[in-house]
Every structure is written in structure tokens, then in C-alpha cells.
């Protein structure tokens, strides 16, 4: 129900913009985030913005990172720019509400961001 896309093979300075393609949920209702796991490192997480467009940055990301969503298009979307090496892992994103008693999560399959130096 969440589809990741928009990772790649970058050099250190360049931008990506990932996205999250939303299916099967009402995805205005949903609070969504970005986390990211790099090669031997628990996963974290990187940016989340709720479904009343506030959002919150992970420090090593703040200035270069931007979170966003297009509820018209249900997407989420994440604008990295100035990337850094330390940037490379698989994102992930992540919806969540809850509803009634019932609290409600789904990750998407992540895409690879590659930064080299």
C-alpha cells in the first residue's frame, strides 16, 4: 500500500527527490515519515509530517532535507539535497493513524540511496 521510489546512485553535493505512492488508505488521514537504515545500523528515522502538515527533522538532516505530501495525488514526498556519503541507506516510508482504539501502520518496501564521495 505504500511504494518507495526515486533512490539512485549519486555524488556527494548532488540532490534526489524520493517518493511515496499511497494506495488503499485514505492517505490525508495518515501522519507519514521517512526513515532510513544504512548497512549494519538500526534503522531511523529522518523526517515525518502529519496529516496536518506539520513536520520534524531528524538533526543530520535539517537544511537539506524537505519533507512534503500532495494529498491529491496521495504521495509523500522527500527533497534531499547537498547529500553526504553518510546519507546512503534504504528509505522507508512510513504511514500511521489511529482510528478508534485501532492504531494503524504500514511501511512501504524501501529504495536505496547510494552517495558516493
Known amino acids: 500500500q505504500l511504494q518507495a521510489s526515486g533512490g539512485g546512485l549519486v555524488q556527494a553535493g548532488w540532490s534526489l527527490r524520493l517518493s511515496c505512492a499511497a494506495s488503499g488508505i485514505i492517505f490525508s488521514m495518515y501522519d507519514m515519515g521517512w526513515y532510513r537504515q544504512a548497512p549494519g545500523k538500526e534503522r531511523e528515522l529522518v523526517a515525518t509530517?502529519?496529516?496536518?502538515?506539520?513536520?520534524n527533522y531528524a538533526d543530520s538532516v535539517k537544511g537539506r532535507f524537505t519533507i512534503s505530501r500532495d494529498n491529491a495525488k496521495n504521495t509523500l514526498y522527500l527533497q534531499m539535497n547537498s547529500l553526504k556519503p553518510e546519507d546512503t541507506a534504504v528509505y522507508y516510508c512510513n504511514g500511521e493513524r489511529r482510528l478508534g482504539g485501532t492504531r494503524l501502520n504500514y511501511w512501504g518496501k524501501g529504495t536505496q540511496v547510494t552517495v558516493s564521495s
Open positions: 509530517i502529519t496529516s496536518g502538515g506539520m513536520s
